[in-house]
T-cell receptor, first 116, second 112 residues
Framework: GAVVSQHPSRVICKSGTSVKIECRSL??????MFWYRQFPKKSLMLMAT?????????EQGVEKDKFLINHASLTLSTLTVTSAHPEDSSFYIC????????????FGSGTRLTVV | EDQVTQSPEALRLQEGESSSLNCSYT??????LFWYRQDPGKGPEFLFT???AGEEKEKERLKATLTKKESFLHITAPKPEDSATYLC?????????????FGKGTKLSVKP
């Protein structure tokens, strides 16, 4: 079946630094990738949608300059949290869809970001 | 506005005690209702996709059903390993590039 690998699973960084999270589709070509953020006891909130080779589409209220998304190939998308602050601490999850995978249902294992 | 509401928020069952989880939705043209299982600190794991009212799907102790307004996830004779948060999501015609809209989930605990 379709597999999405997300790294790192946990990261702790200092305020003001940047952190990059990778999302890879291992056995299919991901034409579209989604990035979500999840708070405790809350729904997964879509942050942005990226299509391979084009700019990401951000949801309302998500800062484009803070959350940089790159989808340079059909198997890799990255989310970079720039100038991180403690309020950026959260669980970030990617999902991918494309050839060989049902739409939008293959998720990565998530990344727990803690900004100190 | 598309919306997904799950109930109950939390459910505690004894091993073997069957029950159902509810997912109510309002969408502008349903293009799929998805059920996921999420374990703590992990990403959602796909369980089922339902597309039309009357459709049912089964997997081991789980059975998902769909009506025009809601979906149920029936758990028959649950085991402790079924303990997890179950998420419901919908994809609508009006969605942004077809993204999924999630409910807050039902946290299921099954005691031995």
């Amino acid at each position: 079946g379709a597999v999405v690998s997300q790294h790192p699973s946990r990261v702790i960084c200092k305020s003001g630094t940047s952190v990059k999270i990778e999302c890879r589709s291992l056995d299919f070509q991901a034409t579209t990738m989604f990035w979500y953020r999840q708070f405790p006891k809350k729904s997964l909130m879509l942050m942005a949608t990226s299509n391979e080779g084009s700019k990401a589409t951000y949801e309302q209220g998500v800062e484009k300059d803070k959350f940089l998304i790159n989808h340079a190939s059909l198997t890799l998308s990255t989310l970079t949290v720039t100038s991180a602050h403690p309020e950026d601490s959260s669980f970030y999850i990617c999902s991918a869809s494309g050839t060989g995978a049902n739409y939008g249902y293959t998720f990565g294992s998530g990344t727990r970001l803690t900004v100190v | 506005e598309d919306q997904v509401t799950q109930s109950p928020e939390a459910l505690r069952l004894q091993e073997g005690e069957s029950s159902s989880l509810n997912c109510s939705y309002t969408v502008s043209g349903l293009r799929g209702l998805f059920w996921y299982r999420q374990d703590p600190g992990k990403g959602p794991e796909f369980l089922f996709t339902l597309y039309s009212a009357g459709e049912e799907k089964e997997k081991e102790r789980l059975k998902a059903t769909l009506t025009k307004k809601e979906s149920f996830l029936h758990i028959t004779a649950p085991k402790p390993e079924d303990s997890a948060t179950y998420l419901c999501a919908v994809r609508s015609r009006g969605g942004s590039q077809g993204n999924l809209i999630f409910g807050k989930g039902t946290k299921l605990s099954v005691k031995p």
